[in-house]
Nanobody, 113 residues
Framework: VQLQASGGGLVQAGGSLRLSCTAS????????MAWYRRAPGKQRELVAR???????NYADSVKDRFTISRDNAKNTLYLQMNSLKPEDTAVYYC????????WGQGTQVTVSS
């Protein structure tokens, strides 16, 4: 299993970023996929998850600002992040929701005030 996140960066508050995660080594379309984040000094937090059929759930802290999506043909998971806040600053990871032992290399998101 390989998961590679990308698309992070430095953005001002109110800005947007789109994260991508390319997956390989398993049947992507059959898995519930998720984005997590870990801020400095904090525990890992589930940001959003999406089923193979594209039913999505979100943490209250990102609801109505973030959108998780997937392209099963491209084995790719996305996270569109709008109206970013400084408290969204973290390393973002993609994972197989029911197999959290599989982690991708994260991507740093920094939101300046």
């Amino acid at each position: 299993v390989q998961l590679q996140a990308s698309g992070g960066g430095l953005v001002q508050a109110g800005g947007s970023l789109r994260l991508s995660c390319t997956a390989s080594g398993f049947i992507f379309g059959e898995k519930v996929m998720a984005w997590y984040r870990r801020a400095p000094g904090k525990q890992r937090e589930l940001v959003a998850r999406i089923t193979g059929g594209r039913t999505a759930n979100y943490a209250d802290s990102v609801k109505d600002r973030f959108t998780i999506s997937r392209d099963n043909a491209k084995n790719t998971l996305y996270l569109q992040m709008n109206s970013l806040k400084p408290e969204d600053t973290a390393v973002y990871y993609c994972s197989i929701f029911y197999q959290p032992e599989y982690w991708g290399q994260g991507t740093q998101v920094t939101v300046s005030s």
